[in-house]
Nanobody, 129 residues
Framework: QVQLVESGGGSVPSGGSLILSCAAS????????MAWFRQAPGTEREGVVS????????YYADSVKGRFTVSQDNAKNTLYLQINSLKPEDTAMYYC??????????????????????WGQGTSVTVSS
């Protein structure tokens, strides 16, 4: 497993921006599928965005398309999430996750939270209206 540490959360007004970071304890480039999930109080963990093991975006939730941008700095073993035009409904704990790709005829990355084995402790994002 890989250890993950998120940072960058905070309290911002509606329309504001944040950059979340997820620092990994080992090399992720070419190896791990990475993803950002979020969980608001009383709700299930929701997939926000994922990248394949080459660091290319593979999935954006419809609710964040056009506002959230994922990127990966391979030299720093760090995954970023740029969040713009924040809305109160974006308020949640944001988690970074990592998992090795699985083989089913070709290598593929998981999308469901239960299929990711490494998780960070989360970073809190609160958006006020």
């Amino acid at each position: 497993q890989v250890q993950l540490v998120e940072s960058g959360g905070g309290s911002v007004p509606s329309g504001g921006s944040l950059i979340l970071s997820c620092a990994a304890s080992r090399n992720i480039a070419g190896t791990y599928c990475m993803a950002w999930f979020r969980q608001a109080p009383g709700t299930e963990r929701e997939g926000v965005v994922s990248v394949d093991r080459d660091g290319e975006p593979a999935y954006y939730a419809d609710s964040v398309k056009g506002r959230f941008t994922v990127s990966q700095d391979n030299a720093k073993n760090t995954l970023y999430l740029q969040i713009n035009s924040l809305k109160p409904e974006d308020t949640a704990m944001y988690y970074c996750a990592a998992e090795l790709p699985f083989y089913a005829g070709e290598y593929a990355c998981p999308y469901l939270a239960e299929d990711f084995g490494s998780w960070g402790q989360g970073t809190s994002v609160t958006v006020s209206s």
